[in-house]
């Protein structure tokens, strides 16, 4: 049968000034097969989450179902034991409350007198590019894409990691005197956005500076610049501070006239996954999802940003309802401190550092001081280690011939990382890091079990970034506790497997394909040139939503929920991570500084001790990387030309995305359509 692909329900496109960035941008190309979205395996666990000093222990067991009544009255004798008579959770189950966890709010601390001599010590012995003059300003321009994994010298790009380190390192780097952001247009979602967010408010209780200017300016930037002191704008800077909006298109129409027919079968009546496919206009499932998603973030955003700048909702409200545009207005009305261009700014920040103005403002930029090490400022940790795991991106099961360190989560690779540490002493809790809308769901499947067998072993912390929705909640909920930002996209428990019909379009251009096979079933996935036979669709629907199934039983167990109470929440909806918490399907709001905090909980290390996070995701270059990188630079290559090909590349199927929808063959399946490989070879020739 064909691979099923866990995916995030979006399928709607999001623009960048209102949710787009919170979803992951996909490229558009089309496959005539398609992909199941799990496969059927079987297996029995037992999950114990390690007990902690404060919190009661919870223990339970999750097993894989099949379609057969024995595993069937299986499930429901495990129910009734998980469930009393009254019909809830029994004590062994115990639900914590976010308010039962740590918060690991960042608290700043100035160094004593013997800190401070020895940092003065390592300073002197520091690498010629770790050298940082007295006085010296921060400064990092926070636009485009932000990657959730840390990046080498020779990438490009900013990474969420490394911004975060740096603002942690500038708030105690005795040379550092403020940090000057720019801050233009971002292709990030609300998760990061948030992270960055906390941290700029972290770096402020040191009682440094730190400044915003913003040239172009949409509800995000703004969002991360009034969490500064100041924020400037030149006279002709872009503000569109007009509100969030979502669209969803639809491709249906497109197909019929060219002769495409898709058939997908999707389970979970807000699985959206596949309507942009085979409908022309949005769904009202569909219509309510979008709807509470968009309700959620604009809430946050007016709440958020009229608390810091001393207004009311309603004033924000109605300030961005008169559509204003011009920047006097903006300063006059107390949204941005002055209107300056950047030089004026630089000159009042080397005012402030008491300069003259003959003299030269001392700045280091993001990549030099990323490569300043914490160690050289005293922070390198305790003897306590902690691993961190990040998982970002689309799932794949194995490694594509182009693909490169940044190219998405290869379960093999990660399944690797998770059994070092698993077999390692050296680390007493792992971080798993997700970013992911899903993917693959046997290898999310396979990383799952991984997972849990870690588990077992020592405490494991899911934290959520942007995204982990469908295959990334689905190795989420393999840990034993899970935190999300308030705007992360989770949940999307469901699956969605389709085809194309590609008879009409064969006979428009020409093309004949006949096929002879043995096997009732054998052409389920070759015969693109007609339509499913009853038998065949029958079988493609049963398969789907056997799939669904076992996500939402495994889902159900794995959090501590009857089927009944998991079917309300799954059905392939798409929440933002306040609302998951509110409905079981997370345990706290927060950072990856909270999630650390709970892992020392966990792992009975004090709260007031220092732990070493020890990052097994950083990368190293690869040839492919660099050559990329080299392309960008000299012939500026576009990122998704190169993305394409990287997918259509991949084993020897067709691998195609669609606002979040992934139909991808079965690997290594011999029947290559000449018409994708056309496609696949007019890319290869740039």
Not at 47 to 61: D, G, K
Not at 105 to 122: A, D, H, P, S, Y
Request: glycine residues 8%.
């Amino acid at each position: 049968m064909s691979r099923l692909l866990l995916l995030h329900t979006p399928l709607t496109s999001i623009h960048r000034r209102t949710l787009t960035s919170l979803l992951p941008n996909p490229n558009l190309t089309l496959s005539p097969l398609s992909s199941l979205q799990f496969r059927n395996h079987h297996f029995s666990i037992s999950f114990f989450l390690s007990p902690s000093p404060s919190l009661p222990r919870r223990t339970f067991s999750v097993h894989a179902f099949d379609s057969s009544s024995d595993t069937k009255s299986k499930q429901e004798e495990e129910e009734a034991e998980e469930v009393g008579k009254d019909g809830k959770i029994n004590s062994q189950t115990v639900k914590i409350s976010d308010a039962d966890y740590p918060s690991g709010e960042f608290q700043f601390e100035e160094f004593n007198w013997w800190r401070k001599f020895t940092v003065k010590l390592k300073m002197l012995i520091a690498l010629p590019w770790e050298r940082v003059r007295n006085g010296t300003v921060l400064t990092m321009k926070l636009r485009g894409q932000i990657s959730d994994q840390f990046k080498s010298r020779f990438s490009s790009g900013l990474s969420l990691p490394q911004i975060c380190e740096n603002i942690v390192k500038a708030a105690y780097d005795p040379r550092i005197s403020g940090i000057y952001l720019h801050i233009e247009s971002l292709s990030c979602g609300w998760g990061k956005v948030e992270e960055i967010r906390r941290h700029i408010l972290d770096f402020k209780k040191s009682g440094k500076f730190i400044v915003a200017f913003v040239p172009a300016c949409r509800e995000k930037e703004y969002y991360l610049a009034c969490a500064c002191e100041e924020i400037y704008a030149p006279p002709s800077a872009y503000f569109s501070l007009y509100g969030l909006t979502v669209q969803a298109q639809f491709l249906r129409g497109v197909f019929d006239n060219i002769g495409i027919e898709p058939e997908v079968e999707r389970i979970g009546k807000y699985k959206s996954a596949g309507d942009q496919l085979i409908r022309k206009t949005m769904s009202e499932e569909n219509c309510e999802m979008l709807t509470a998603l968009l309700d959620n973030i604009y809430g946050n955003w007016l709440d958020r940003v009229s608390s810091v700048k001393g207004k009311t909702r309603e004033d924000l409200e109605n300030f961005i309802n008169e559509g204003v545009y011009e920047v006097e207005r903006l300063k006059e009305e107390g949204w941005i401190t002055n209107i300056r261009y950047d030089d004026e700014v630089i000159s009042m920040l080397r005012e402030r550092l008491g300069l003259h103005k003959d003299k030269h403002l001392n700045m280091v930029d993001y990549r030099k001081y990323s490569g300043v090490r914490k160690w050289t400022l005293g922070l390198s940790g305790g003897k306590d280690k902690i691993a961190v795991i990040r998982a970002s991106g689309s799932i794949s099961r194995v490694k594509g011939p182009f693909s490169v360190s940044s190219s998405g989560i290869i379960g093999e690779q990660l399944i690797e990382k998770i059994r070092s540490v698993r077999e390692s002493k050296r680390y007493k809790a792992a971080i798993l890091r997700i970013d992911s809308p899903g993917g693959d769901a046997l290898a999310s499947d396979l990383m799952w079990r991984e997972i849990r067998l870690l588990a077992e072993s020592k405490p494991v912390i899911a934290s959520m970034s942007d995204v982990a929705a469908s295959g990334g909640y689905y190795m989420a909920m393999a840990a034993g506790t899970i935190v999300a930002e308030n705007l992360t996209l989770t949940g999307s428990i469901g699956v969605v497997t389709g085809r194309f019909n590609l008879g009409k379009l064969y006979e428009k251009i020409g093309f004949n394909k006949e096929i002879i096979s043995r096997g009732k079933y054998a052409e389920l996935l070759a015969a693109d040139q007609r339509p499913l036979r009853s038998d065949e669709a029958e079988l493609f629907a049963k398969s789907a939503q056997n799939a669904y199934m076992q996500f939402r039983d495994k889902a159900a167990f794995s959090r501590s929920m009857t089927v009944d109470k998991m079917e309300g929440v799954a059905q392939g909806r798409v929440w933002t991570g306040q609302d998951a918490a509110s409905r079981g399907l997370v345990d706290a709001i927060g950072g990856l500084s909270r999630a650390v905090a709970i892992a020392k909980l966990k792992a009975n290390i004090p709260q007031d001790r220092q732990v070493t996070l020890v990052e097994l995701s950083r990368p190293s270059p690869s040839l492919p990387e660099l050559l990329s990188g080299i392309g960008n630079t000299l012939v500026g290559v576009d990122r998704t030309l190169k993305e394409l090909l990287q997918e259509l590349t991949f084993a020897d199927g067709v691998q195609a995305r669609m606002d979040g929808i992934m139909f991808q063959r079965l690997e290594g399946y011999a029947y290559a359509n000449p018409i994708f490989t056309l496609i696949k070879d007019y890319l290869s020739s740039f």
